[in-house]
């Protein structure tokens, strides 16, 4: 499966909602990366399913390698601070 690129926004100080970048049959490992389109500092969040089938919510900063349950979906969401900003970012299998 090839690199996917994911856009989204992160919002001024506050989390945005959850989107989903990825969804999966089988237990996969992700590599994911998150880049704030400007000069803004981002914090990031992924939530998913890790392979006891437990929900899983992560901060990272600019990448995150997870391993996900059989089934299930990959969702990630962003904090800019202090101001809002897009984010653009890849999820590799």
């Known amino acids: 499966m090839p690199t996917r ?3 989204a926004y992160a919002g001024p100080s506050t989390w945005s909602a959850w989107t ?10 992700y590599d994911i990366t998150a880049n704030a389109v400007g000069s ?3 914090k990031c969040r ?9 929900q899983v919510i992560s901060e990272f ?19 800019g601070v202090p ?3 897009a984010v653009d970012g ?3 299998p």
Not at 20 to 25: K, L, P, V, Y
Not at 61 to 79: C, H, K, Q, R, Y
């Open 83 to 85: 101001t809002g900003t």
């Open 20 to 29: 989903q970048i990825a969804s999966q049959f089988g237990v996969t490992a």
């Open 5 to 7: 690129i994911y856009h």
């Open 61 to 79: 900063l600019d990448n995150i390698t997870i391993l996900t349950a059989p089934t299930g979906a990959v969702e990630v969401s962003f904090m």
């Open 46 to 54: 992924v939530r998913y399913f890790d392979r006891t089938n437990t």
């Open 40 to 42: 803004t500092i981002i």
């Open 90 to 92: 890849t999820i590799n």
